[in-house]
């Protein structure tokens, strides 16, 4: 009874398949098992469903069995070990592209996304020196561009007027001294009274002209250090200051940081002085290079990353602190044999590539693979250059019976045979 309903199941298997143009027809007689296409390592010996994904199993014909003379029949066996062929016109049919493979640049990049940040070595932040009070404020706002030299803030205080009249006092002292030694006096309190004045932010040039025209300033004006941007004014205009107080702060943008976070599994890819392509949504269009100055060696524990600065030329001021930049570092690591990734069929433990032999013939073919480089595999071994590969996988799913059979050719002893399906 049981032979009776294993016989029958095969009966309406088989005219199952005839009436489908995308199953190879394969008579009962010479079925030697039944596999699924997706999951080639089931083998049953009556038809069922796979019991991994479920998927009707598909017959696989014996090696020595004659194919169906039905014209839906698509694949033939043929005596080469890893042979199989499906017409050019069935290729045609189902979509089948070829790629050749090429001996190509690798090229490898790591990418990470930072934030801009501004030169803490390109920023000065000015501080009350000297109790006084603001007498005037010629920026008002952060964000003001200002030039080299150009004035800040003005301050009054009486004890820096007193000072700058000492000076002139002492200058006056020195000129009229008769000799060398009465001279000496008069240039040691003059250097301690420049080394005063330097020291409540009172420039060499403010110096030197007081030096030249004997008038001492009632204020003290103070000038950018160089061309950059008001960052803050925490002081306003006709406030009274104490020494110590925040009074305003610049900073020079021509150089801006970029802090990204890489893994620390691509740490041992990175050194001082590489050169980074970095990007910014707001300049889609436009790309600025930067060199890595600083890795910063300590793991965030839970990101599992590492900082790394880079110094980017912003001449132009575009990069500005807070925005988001995407850091990319580009690696050339030689040459080498290379396919499409579309055209490996991973089986598991290896790596198989169909191989076009002319005239509808394909080879199945082992290869073993190195690193993948964007949308292509290194091949190490098993293709040599300018054999041309099936760069699309999409007929399997059609021929699947008899790739298979050609397959296991490589390895008669992984042939498993899987649970009786319920």
Not at 239 to 248: A, C, I, R, S
Request: charged share 25%; hydrophobic share 40%; with cysteine.
């Amino acid at each position: 009874m049981k032979s009776l309903t294993t016989s029958v199941i095969l009966i309406l298997l088989f005219l199952g398949l005839s009436g489908c143009n995308h199953t190879t027809q394969v008579k009962p007689a010479d079925v030697d098992y039944y596999t699924c296409t997706m999951h080639p390592s089931v083998h049953s010996e009556v038809p069922g469903k796979c019991p991994i994904c479920s998927m009707d199993l598909v017959p696989v014909a014996k090696k020595d069995a004659t194919p169906a003379n039905s014209p839906q029949a698509q694949t033939k066996s043929t005596p080469e070990t890893g042979r199989f062929v499906v017409p050019v016109e069935r290729q045609q049919q189902i979509g089948v592209t070829y790629a050749m493979a090429e001996r190509r640049p690798l090229h490898h990049s790591i990418r990470a996304v930072g934030l801009v940040e501004a030169d803490l070595q390109r920023r000065w932040a000015f501080v009350a020196r000297v109790d006084g009070y603001v007498q005037e404020a010629f920026v008002t706002s952060p964000g003001e561009l200002v030039e080299k030299d150009a004035p800040l803030l003005s301050i009054y205080s009486p004890e820096l007027v007193t000072s700058a009249r000492e000076l002139v006092m002492l200058l006056k002292m020195r000129d009229e001294a008769k000799n060398a030694e009465t001279r000496r006096g008069p240039e040691r309190l003059i250097e301690a009274a420049k080394a005063r004045l330097r020291q409540w932010n009172v420039t060499e040039e403010q110096i030197t002209k007081l030096e030249h025209n004997r008038a001492p300033q009632e204020v003290l004006i103070l000038r950018s250090p160089f061309r950059g941007v008001v960052q803050d004014v925490p002081a306003h205009q006709g406030e009274n200051v104490k020494v110590g107080d925040h009074l305003v702060d610049v900073a020079d943008l021509s150089v801006v940081w970029v802090w990204a976070d890489f893994y620390e599994t691509e740490l041992s890819m990175l050194a001082r002085g590489q050169q980074f392509d970095v990007t910014s949504k707001s300049y889609p269009d436009e790309k600025f290079e930067g060199r890595l100055a600083v890795i910063n060696p300590f793991i965030d524990p839970v990101k599992r990353t590492a900082r790394v600065r880079i110094d980017i030329p912003n001449p132009g001021f575009k990069l500005q602190p807070g925005m988001y930049a995407n850091a990319e570092l580009g690696m050339n690591m030689g040459s080498g044999l290379t396919i499409p990734t579309g055209a490996v069929m991973p089986t598991g433990a290896r790596s198989v590539v169909f191989v076009d032999r002319g005239g509808g013939k394909l080879e199945a073919r082992v290869v073993q693979l190195g690193p993948q480089y964007d949308d292509r595999f290194e091949v190490k071994s098993g293709l040599a250059e300018g054999e041309r590969v099936v760069a699309s996988a999409n007929f399997l799913i059609d021929a699947e019976s008899k790739v298979q059979d050609a397959l296991k050719d490589f390895s008669p002893a992984a042939k498993n045979v899987a649970d009786t399906p319920r």
